[in-house]
């Protein structure tokens, strides 16, 4: 079964330093999505990326994040210079289409720890 | 405003027992999308279901069933004869116009003890 894959699985980086999450997604999927969970809360959206341009992001996407899908098949985001709130559980998700009955399927998750 | 409200923070049973989740949505679209979510210790979050909002029929899939009623805008997630491996985060998830709009709950800690 096709399944959206994520690298690395755990990171641990130093304040300030630029991180980079990448991300396959389902290959016949055109939405991709990036989510937060900080560790013991509920799952936030962060943006969504639809041929190769940010769709729709939240109020917690700011500078400090960007999106790339720099070749046909990785997606990737990029956190310039993490701050310890930046530790969080961060899951890339993939869906057929936007509209909502096209159901978001995640990847395992890439744990960022930052210290 | 989309809101998804899981009440139940933490739920504890043995083996065998029968446990429900609930969930309790809000949306002034008429047109919305309810799903539920597992996420094991492991961290994945795994798919379960989708229902969209004129389907109010029940579902039952081995020993996961889903009560949806809009009457009280429930969701409620029925686990029989719960086993050990059921033991997770379940996260319920409501989307309305776009998946962007997606909103989860904070989720209801299910464990499972031999």
């Known amino acids: 079964e096709p399944e959206v894959t994520q690298t690395p699985s755990h990171q641990v980086t130093q304040m300030g330093q630029e991180v980079i999450l990448r991300c396959v997604p389902i290959?016949?999927?055109?939405?991709f999505y990036w989510y937060r969970q900080i560790l013991g809360q509920k799952v936030e959206f962060l943006v969504s990326?639809?041929?190769?341009?940010?769709?729709?992001k939240s109020e917690i996407f700011d500078d400090q994040f960007s999106v790339e899908r720099p070749d046909g098949s990785n997606f990737t985001l990029k956190i310039r210079s993490t701050k310890l709130e930046d530790s969080a559980m961060y899951f890339c998700?993939?869906?057929?289409?936007?509209?909502?009955?096209?159901?978001?399927?995640f990847g395992e998750g890439s744990w960022l720890t930052v210290v | 405003a989309q809101k998804v409200t899981q009440a139940q923070t933490e739920i504890s049973v043995v083996e065998k027992e029968d446990v429900t989740l609930d969930c309790v949505y809000e949306?002034?679209?008429?047109?919305?999308?309810l799903f539920w979510y597992k996420q094991p210790p492991s961290g994945e979050l795994v798919f379960l279901i989708r229902r969209n909002s004129f389907d109010e029929q029940n579902e039952i899939s081995g020993r996961y069933s889903w009560n949806f009623q809009k009457s009280t805008s429930s969701f409620n997630f029925t686990i029989t004869a719960s086993q050990v491996v059921d033991s997770a985060v379940y996260f319920c998830?409501?989307?309305?116009?776009?998946?962007?709009?997606?909103?989860f709950g904070a989720g209801t800690r299910l464990t499972v003890k031999p």
């Open positions: 998830a409501l989307s309305a116009r776009d998946n962007n709009d997606m909103r």
């Open positions: 990326f639809y041929n190769n341009e940010i769709s729709e």
């Open positions: 290959s016949n999927h055109l939405y």
């Open positions: 998700a993939s869906s057929e289409g936007l509209l909502s009955g096209n159901t978001i399927y």
């Open positions: 949306t002034r679209d008429t047109t919305y999308y």
